[in-house]
C-alpha cells in the first residue's frame, strides 16, 4: 500500500512538473504576419460575409459564447464562455439566459454591459437603426423574438420555438458583439470591440494592422504584440512570401494548392501544414429570375451536363463530393457520396446524362442551330474561381449553351449576386459551422440576403422551420438529406464539389489551431504565440 502511495505520488509530481513547464512556455512579443487575398469591403463582420473581413477582425472582438480556439473541431460540445460567464436554458428550450462578464471594457474605454448585447441583436433585428449597409446573418435569428436584459450583467434570448442551432451561431466569428456607442460607419472603418487586439491601421490594398491590447479582460492574453494582415490577390505570390518568410502564416482559404505544397514541403520542411474541409461548396448560381433559367427543365439539363468528378480532379485534391450540406467525413449532418449518386448530374454515366440534358434542352427550344448564349460571371481575385467557371462553360457547350466569362472584383460581384443581376455565376459561398440551419436560412428561405439564385419555395421553407427545431439528431439528420435532395432536383444551386484547403503556417508559430470543419471560427489569436 505505501509503495502504491509513493508511485501516484510520483506521477503527481511528474504532471505538475509537466504543467508548469507547459504553463512557461508561452513567450511574449513579436508580430505574426499572415497573407489574405483581397481586401475586405469593411472591417464590420455583421455587415460581411468574406473570410477577408472575419480572419483580420475577429481578434479585435468577442462573443458571447465561442467555440474553444484549442479543439481542432467546431462542436457544440467545445463551446465555451466568452462574454457571457454561464448560460442556461428554461424548461421548454425557448429562453436562453446568460450572466455576463464584469469590468469588461471596450476598446475606447468604455464599460461593456448587457445594453451593448441588446443593440447589437436589436441592430440585427432591425428593430433598432444600425447604419449598416447591409445585414448578412439577419437569417440566422429569424426564429429570435426578442433581447430582454435583467440588469447590467443579464441578458436572455427569447425564441419563438426550440432551436439547437442558436448557441452555435452565437459561437461562430460571424456573431461579435458591437458597443452601442458607436455608429456603424465608424464600425466599417476602425471598429472597436472588446477584443484582444486593437485596430491601428486599415490601409486597402495593403495591410491591416492589430495591436495587442493591453487592458484585455483575460489575464495573460494576447501573448502577441501585433498581428499583420497583407493583401496579396496573388496565389503564387502569397505562397513564395510565406516560402521566403516575409510571411508566418498563409491565411484562411484559397492559398496552398496540391503544387504550392509541394513547393513548401520542398522549400520549408519545417512548416506545419494542414488540410480541413473550410464549409465551402463550389457551386454554379443561376438567376431563377432571369428567363430562361426560370425554366426547371432549362436548370435540370445544366445541372445533368456537369461532371462532377471532373471539377473534383481539377482541383488537385482541395475537392470532394458533396451536396448542399459539408459531408462526412468532415460533416455531420451532409448526403454520403452513394447517397449522392441518384441526384442527377452526380452519376458517373456522364453521356447519359449529357443525352437526358440535351433532351431537356431541345424540349425548352435550343439546339445545334438555336443554341442558348449567356454570359458568365466569376471573381477576380483567385484563379480558383476562373479554371472552375472555364470548366462549366466548357461542359455547357455539349448542351448547346454558349457563353462569355466576365471577372469582377468581389464587391462588384457580391453586389450584382444581391441584385439579381447576373444569369450564372461560379462562386464558392460556406457555410460558418457545421450546423444545416446556416446553409438552409442563409441560402434558400425566400427573403434571405444570400439567397443569391432567388429560389423560393414555401413547402421547402416549412421543412427548413421542421428540421431546425428538431432536438433529436437521428430525426434531424433524415428531414437534413431530405432536404438536401430535394434542393437538388429543383437545381436551387447546381453544387459542383464540397472544397476542402490546406493552410501552412511557419514552425515558430505556436498556439494556433486550425479547425478541421471550416473556416469562420478559430481566428481569435488570443493564444498564439512565436518560439524564436
Known amino acids: ?188 472603418l476602425k471598429p472597436i470591440g472588446t477584443g484582444p487586439f486593437k485596430v491601428a491601421e486599415f490601409k486597402p490594398n495593403d495591410v491591416i494592422r492589430l495591436v495587442k491590447n493591453t487592458d484585455y479582460w483575460k489575464p495573460g ?49 519545417k512548416a506545419v501544414c494542414e488540410t480541413n474541409a473550410g464549409n465551402v461548396a463550389a457551386t454554379l448560381l443561376i438567376n431563377h429570375k432571369a428567363p430562361p433559367f426560370d425554366n426547371l427543365k432549362v436548370r435540370r439539363a445544366i445541372s445533368l451536363a456537369l461532371d462532377r468528378r471532373e471539377f473534383v480532379k481539377v482541383t488537385q485534391g482541395d475537392g470532394r463530393l458533396g451536396g448542399f450540406v459539408m459531408p462526412p467525413p468532415y460533416g455531420v449532418w451532409g448526403l454520403t457520396p452513394e447517397q449522392l449518386e441518384a441526384v442527377p448530374g452526380f452519376g458517373k454515366d456522364v453521356e447519359k446524362n449529357r443525352a437526358e440534358a440535351r433532351k431537356l434542352m431541345r424540349e425548352a427550344g435550343y439546339g445545334p442551330n438555336n443554341k442558348l448564349k449567356t454570359t458568365y460571371m466569376v471573381r477576380l481575385s483567385s484563379k480558383t474561381y ?67 439564385t432567388k429560389y423560393c419555395n414555401r413547402e421547402v421553407e416549412a421543412k427548413i422551420d421542421e428540421q431546425s427545431a428538431t432536438l433529436d439528431p437521428v430525426k434531424r439528420k433524415k428531414l437534413v438529406q431530405e432536404l438536401d435532395l430535394k434542393l437538388q432536383q429543383d437545381v436551387a444551386r447546381a453544387v459542383l464539389y464540397q472544397g476542402v484547403s490546406t493552410a501552412c503556417w511557419q514552425p515558430y508559430v505556436k498556439g494556433y489551431v486550425r479547425p478541421t470543419n471550416g473556416n469562420y471560427t478559430h481566428h481569435r489569436m488570443e493564444d498564439v504565440w512565436i518560439d524564436k
Open 1 to 188: 500500500m505505501k509503495r502504491t502511495h509513493s508511485l501516484s505520488q510520483m506521477l503527481l509530481l511528474i504532471m505538475v512538473t509537466s504543467l508548469a513547464t507547459t504553463a512557461v512556455a508561452q513567450k511574449y512579443g513579436g508580430t505574426v504576419r499572415v497573407s489574405i487575398i483581397s481586401t475586405p469591403s469593411s472591417g464590420s463582420p455583421h455587415e460581411e460575409s468574406s473570410i477577408s473581413t472575419l480572419q483580420p477582425f475577429m481578434p479585435v472582438f468577442n462573443n458571447l459564447v465561442i467555440f474553444d480556439q484549442q479543439d481542432k473541431v467546431a462542436r457544440p460540445a467545445s463551446i465555451k464562455p466568452d462574454l457571457a460567464t454561464e448560460w442556461s436554458w428554461s424548461a421548454d428550450n425557448t429562453v436562453l439566459t446568460f450572466k455576463l462578464r464584469e469590468g469588461v471594457k471596450w476598446h475606447d474605454g468604455k464599460p461593456f454591459t448587457s445594453a451593448d448585447v441588446k443593440c447589437t441583436w436589436d441592430m440585427i433585428l432591425e428593430k433598432r437603426p444600425s447604419n449598416w449597409r447591409k445585414n448578412t446573418h439577419k437569417e440566422w435569428y429569424g426564429n429570435l423574438k426578442e433581447i430582454t436584459v435583467a440588469g447590467p450583467y443579464e441578458v436572455r434570448f427569447t425564441l419563438a420555438r426550440p432551436q439547437p442551432a442558436i448557441l452555435s451561431f452565437l459561437a461562430s466569428g460571424w456573431s461579435p458583439v458591437y458597443p452601442c456607442h458607436v455608429d456603424g460607419r465608424v464600425m466599417r
Open 221 to 269: 492574453r494576447p501573448y502577441l504584440d501585433a498581428l499583420e494582415y497583407r493583401i496579396m490577390p496573388s496565389q503564387s505570390t502569397r505562397v513564395l512570401a510565406f516560402i521566403a518568410g516575409q510571411t508566418d502564416l498563409t491565411g484562411g482559404t484559397t492559398t496552398v494548392n496540391a503544387n504550392a505544397l509541394k513547393d513548401i514541403r520542398a522549400r520549408v520542411p
Open 386 to 452: 476562373l479554371v472552375g467557371m472555364s470548366l462549366v462553360a466548357d461542359q455547357l457547350r455539349s448542351i448547346y449553351i454558349e457563353g462569355e466569362i466576365e471577372q469582377k472584383d468581389y464587391t462588384v460581384l457580391t453586389a450584382a449576386l444581391i441584385k439579381g443581376a447576373y444569369t450564372m455565376v461560379f462562386e464558392r459561398p460556406a457555410a460558418s459551422i457545421d450546423d444545416p440551419d446556416n446553409v438552409f436560412y442563409e441560402g434558400y428561405k425566400c427573403a434571405s440576403v444570400r439567397n443569391y
